[in-house]
C-alpha cells in the first residue's frame, strides 16, 4: 500500500505542545518542591535560596504554560482544520461518528480505523478541550496565588475559588489531572502508533501525518 | 510600651498619655498621617459620638475578653472610654429588665445613628431556637437592631464568617452577620481573637471620617487584613532560604527557622498580626514558634485542618475514607496505571491469539 505524507500540525500548534510539555514538567517538580520541600538546609549565611529559586522557576514555568494556552486557544478559533474546535468535539456527523469508531477500538471490540481522518480522533477531541478548560482554572488560580493582593484577581479569586487556601487546594489538585492526563495520553499514543502506520508520534515533531493514497 | 505592660493598676481611666499613645498606635495601624492623630483625639473625645450596642450570640466572649482584658490596658480602656456601650452583656452594669430597656431605649432614640457591634455567629436553624437571649432569637433580635444601626461592626471569626459553630456539619445553621443583613452596611474583623488595634482602628475611622474603612472582597478593612502574614513575617527568609523546622523542638524550630512544614497558614491568611502583634509584649504566634491557623480566613476550621499539615485532607467519593491530597492522588494516578498495564495486556493477549490484529497490517501482509 502507498502512503502519502499530508501536512497536518501547523509550527504554532507543535511549539504549542512542547511548551506545554516542558512547563507542565517543570510546574510539576517545582510544584511538589513548593508545597513540601525536601531539601534541609541548616547552612545560614549562604544565599542559596532554594525555595525562592523554585518559586520563580515555578512562575516562569506558569508565563510559559499560559502563553502555550492563549496559543491553543487561538488555534482553536484561527488554526487549521485539524486544530479547529470544531473538528477536536463531537458535533457533526463525521465527528459522532468518528467517536463511535475511535471508543469501540479502544475497548478491542474491532480493529477498524477511521483512515480518512488525519487530525485528532474525537475522544482525544474532547479531553484535549476539557484540558483546556482545566488549565484555564490552573492558570486563574495560579495567578490568584502569585498575586493575592492585585484588585482584579483577588476579586476572580475569591468569585471562583475562595480564600487563597481554598485556591491552593484546588490548584494542587488540579495538578494530579495533568500527571494521570500525561500517563494515558503517553500510553494511548504509543498504542495509536503500534496499530496504525500513520506516525502519529512523529507527527508532533514534524508536522506530517501519512494515510494510504487510496483515501481522497 | 514597656510602662503599659508592666503596669499592674486596676485605675480604670485612661491618662492622657495613655490615651495620646493608643490614639498614635490605632493612626499607626491605620497608616494615615500623624497629622490626623489631633482629629482621631477629635473624634474620639467629641461629646456627640454614637453610642454602641453590643450584641453577643454563639460564640465564647473571647474577642472581648481580648478587647478588655489582656495586657494592655489602655487600648482595653480606651474602647471603653471611646464608644458610648449602651448594651453589652458582659461589662455592663444593667441585668434583666433593665438591660433590655437599655437595648430599646437606644434603639428608639439613636435610630440610624447607632453603631451595632455583633460577636458571635447566628443560628438559623429550627427558627434560630439555639440561641435566645431574653427569650428572643439571635435572629430575631439582629432582623431588629440591624436595620435601625448606622452600620454593624461583625467582631471575631464566629460573626463574620460562622467561625466553629458553622463548621461541618455546622448542626444549628450558624451564619455570620453579613449573610442575614443586607441595607446596613456590615464591616468584617475577623480572627479569634481579632486584634484589639484593628477593631479600635475601624471604630476610630468611622468616629473620624464618618464612614467605614475601605474593605477587601471579603469585607475586611484593607488597613488591618491588606496583607499576607506569610509577606511581612519575620521567618520569611528562612523560608525562602529553604530553612524549616520539620517538628516542633528539633533544631530548626529552636533556631526560628520557618514553620511551613509544620502547617503554619500564614501564606494563605491576610491579617496585620506579624506587625500589629499582640499583648504589648510585641508577640503574636509565628513569633512564640507555633504555625499561623489562619483563624481571619472565612471557615478556617474546614479548609485549614488539619492545622499541622499543609493542604484539607480530601474525601474518598463513596466512602467515608479521608486522606491526604497526595495520597489520593497517588492512588487515582495507580489506578490509571493499573488500567493502561490491563488495556495494554488484552492488545497483546489479542494479538498473541489472532495473530496480527489491524486489517491494514492484514492487507499489508
Known amino acids: 500500500m502507498i502512503y502519502e505524507k499530508h501536512y497536518v500540525w501547523s509550527i504554532l500548534l507543535r511549539l504549542y505542545h512542547w511548551s506545554l510539555v516542558s512547563s507542565v514538567v517543570t510546574l510539576a517538580i517545582t510544584g511538589f518542591y513548593i508545597n513540601t520541600p525536601w531539601t534541609l538546609t541548616t547552612l545560614e549565611g549562604t544565599g542559596l535560596y532554594p525555595m525562592l529559586t523554585m518559586r520563580n522557576i515555578h512562575s516562569l514555568a506558569g508565563y510559559l504554560f499560559t502563553a502555550a494556552i492563549l496559543v491553543r486557544i487561538f488555534l482553536l478559533i484561527f488554526g487549521n482544520r485539524h486544530e479547529r474546535i470544531l473538528d477536536l468535539l463531537p458535533v457533526t456527523s463525521r465527528n459522532i461518528k468518528n467517536m463511535s ?6 475497548s478491542y471490540l474491532h480493529d477498524c480505523q477511521d483512515e480518512e481522518r488525519l487530525g485528532h480522533n474525537v475522544v482525544a477531541g474532547v479531553i484535549y478541550v476539557l484540558t483546556i478548560i482545566v488549565a484555564l482554572f490552573q492558570m486563574a488560580s495560579g495567578f490568584y496565588l502569585r498575586l493575592p493582593e492585585s484588585v482584579f484577581w483577588q476579586k476572580w479569586g475569591v468569585m471562583l475559588f475562595g480564600t487563597q487556601q481554598h485556591a491552593r487546594f484546588e490548584h494542587h489538585l488540579m495538578m494530579w489531572y495533568f500527571i494521570v492526563f500525561a500517563l494515558i495520553h503517553i500510553y494511548l499514543v504509543i ?8 506516525g502519529i508520534t512523529s507527527s508532533i515533531f514534524t508536522g506530517n501525518k501519512f494515510r494510504p493514497r487510496s483515501i481522497k | 510600651m514597656t510602662d503599659t505592660a508592666q503596669s499592674t493598676d486596676l485605675n480604670l481611666q485612661v491618662d492622657r498619655r495613655g490615651f495620646l499613645k493608643g490614639c498614635t498606635m490605632v493612626a499607626a495601624a491605620l497608616g494615615i498621617s500623624e497629622a490626623m492623630i489631633p482629629k482621631l483625639v477629635e473624634a474620639a473625645t467629641s461629646a456627640q459620638r454614637p453610642p454602641v450596642i453590643w450584641l453577643h450570640f454563639q460564640e465564647c466572649t473571647g474577642c472581648t475578653e481580648s478587647l478588655l482584658r489582656a495586657s494592655h490596658p489602655d487600648i482595653g480602656r480606651l ?15 444593667a441585668a434583666g429588665h433593665q438591660a433590655e ?3 430599646h431605649d437606644t434603639l428608639d432614640k439613636y435610630a440610624g445613628k447607632f453603631l451595632c457591634v455583633v460577636e458571635g455567629a447566628i443560628p438559623t436553624k429550627d427558627n434560630g431556637i439555639y440561641c435566645k437571649i431574653a427569650g428572643r432569637t439571635a435572629v430575631d433580635i439582629l432582623a431588629e437592631v440591624a436595620p435601625k444601626a448606622a452600620a454593624i461592626i461583625a467582631i471575631g471569626a464566629c460573626a463574620t464568617y460562622g467561625g466553629i459553630q458553622a463548621a461541618q456539619p455546622n448542626p444549628t445553621g450558624a451564619k455570620g452577620v453579613q449573610d442575614l443583613v443586607s441595607g446596613t452596611p456590615v464591616i468584617n474583623i475577623p480572627g479569634c481573637p481579632p486584634n484589639p488595634i484593628s477593631f479600635l482602628g475601624t471604630v476610630l475611622h468611622y468616629l473620624t ?25 519575620e521567618r520569611r527568609a528562612h523560608f525562602d532560604e529553604g530553612r524549616f523546622a520539620e517538628e516542633f523542638g528539633d533544631f530548626g524550630h529552636r533556631n526560628g527557622y520557618c514553620l511551613y ?10 491579617s496585620n498580626c506579624p506587625s500589629a502583634r499582640f499583648n504589648d509584649v510585641d508577640v503574636w504566634p509565628v513569633s512564640v514558634g507555633h504555625g499561623c491557623i489562619g483563624c481571619t480566613e472565612p471557615n478556617f476550621w474546614d479548609t485549614m485542618t488539619p492545622f499541622y499539615e499543609r493542604l484539607p485532607n480530601v474525601q474518598i467519593p463513596g466512602t467515608s475514607g479521608i486522606t491526604d491530597i497526595d495520597s489520593a492522588g497517588k492512588t ?12 495494554a495486556a488484552i492488545g497483546i493477549g489479542k494479538k498473541v491469539i489472532k495473530g496480527c490484529g489491524c486489517k491494514n497490517e492484514n492487507k499489508e501482509s
Do not use: Q
Open chain 1, 101 to 106: 469508531t475511535t471508543l469501540c477500538s479502544y
Open chain 1, 191 to 198: 498504542w495509536n502508533d503500534l496499530k496504525h502506520p500513520d
Open chain 2, 79 to 93: 474602647i471603653l472610654d471611646i464608644i458610648s456601650l449602651d448594651y453589652h452583656e458582659t461589662v455592663m452594669a
Open chain 2, 101 to 103: 430597656k437599655s437595648l
Open chain 2, 209 to 233: 471620617f464618618n464612614r467605614l474603612p475601605v474593605t477587601d472582597n471579603l469585607g475586611r478593612p484593607l488597613f488591618a487584613y491588606g496583607r499576607k502574614i506569610h509577606d511581612h513575617c
Open chain 2, 261 to 270: 512544614k509544620l502547617g503554619c497558614k500564614g501564606p494563605e491568611t491576610f
Open chain 2, 332 to 343: 487515582i494516578l495507580g489506578v490509571a496505571a493499573a488500567a493502561v498495564g490491563i488495556h
